[in-house]
């Protein structure tokens, strides 16, 4: 089983590589931007799916991060440097909206991000001495690292798959550290999780904080793909639609945002012949998986397993035990 799984993860990599060579200029933005709403899916997969806690203001930190990223580089200052910044300051805010979870629940906390990305959003648009309000932030440059020019919009592509490949690492090591299991605790029952000695003021804290600056990250590499950032482009839609990979995709699950991301990004695109109709189609599928599976594409993908696996038969004369 072990050998199939890396298997798979050997082969998925391989496409990974491979699928810009095979894509034109547009294909290759869909693939980086795939990428990117997929560590904002990551993000808000370790706050919602692995620590339980609604957050519907994922947008409003990728808007931080591509804000915050546009601003420096546009200044001359280099992209690592402008996000790490944009990562920590998203951690700051997201620490300090961690604490509301502290004393309200489930929707009551959908209804406090809900207010802090109207605020978010209302600040990049009012603020144009800062932000540019609703005429954005043109000519973002494109990080450069020594000789190597990320210009290319392949190459950016790799610079993503790059970056994209360290925040999964770290999202893996994440969930199966004692602060993933601690995540899980919380999100399972929250007072047993207290009496078995876990911090659960600190680790909400830090799943709020962690899932922030996954947004940040998702955001700098949002900013110089386009080249160009409004207001518009970090909306509640924009949240709903994170949310709608998480879902998709499976909440709680290692691969669920990177399946969810692929789905919400890339089925619209594939969905395109049907013209004015696509998306009427894509709604519908997406409603006919939830309906049929609610833990989403990674479910589906166990309960087919499950279907092909070898069941266990038992003998018949034996299920009451040996009798004299």
Known sequence: ??????????????????????????????????????????????????????????????????????????????????????????????????????????????????????????????EDWLTGGVYGLVGIPRPEFGPVSTMNQRNYYFFTLVIFLIAFAGFYWIVRSPWGRAFKALRENPIRANSLGVDTRMITLLAFAIGAAYGGLSGSLMAPLVQYIDPMSFTLIISLKILLMVVVGGSGYLFGPLLGAGLVIMLPEFLRFAENYYLMIYAGLVIVLMVYCPTGLIGLIEKTMTAFKAKRIERGDLKQGAQL
Do not use: D, E, K
């Open 1 to 126: 089983m072990a050998l199939v799984r890396y298997t798979a993860l050997l082969a998925g990599l391989v496409l990974l590589v491979v699928a810009p060579f095979t894509q034109a200029t547009y294909g290759t933005y869909v693939l980086c931007s795939w990428l990117i709403f997929a560590i904002a899916a990551m993000g808000l997969n370790l706050t919602l799916g692995y620590a339980g806690q609604i957050s519907l203001a994922q947008a409003s930190f990728m808007g931080i991060g591509a804000y915050t990223t546009a601003l420096m580089t546009m200044a001359g200052i280099h992209w690592a440097f402008s996000v790490a910044a944009g990562m920590g300051l998203c951690f700051v805010v997201g620490l300090v909206l961690g604490y509301p979870a502290l004393r309200v629940q489930h929707h009551f906390l959908a209804f406090v991000t809900l207010a802090f990305t109207t605020l978010a959003f209302l600040v990049m648009r009012n």
